[in-house]
């Protein structure tokens, strides 16, 4: 929601995705972006995504846990 956005709100749910998915026994997140969501891929970035092009429009995350 835009009211939601610059809030500091995407890290902690990052965080609690991440901790779920290892508590589960995963070994990566994979997640698909926008390529023009530079906000979102910047924060991902930063977290330790890795991305590849999934079309012209959109590029694939994987992170491992």
């Known amino acids: 929601h835009p009211e939601a956005r610059g809030r500091g709100l995407a890290r902690p749910?990052?965080?609690?995705?991440?901790?779920?998915?290892k508590?589960?026994?995963?070994?990566?997140?994979?997640l698909t972006v926008y390529n023009d969501n530079q906000r979102a891929v910047e924060l991902y970035r930063r977290l330790g995504y890795a991305f590849e092009a999934k079309n012209d429009r959109e590029l694939v995350g994987v992170l491992e846990l």
């Open 13 to 21: 749910f990052m965080a609690f995705l991440h901790a779920a998915a």
């Open 23 to 30: 508590f589960r026994g995963a070994a990566r997140v994979r």
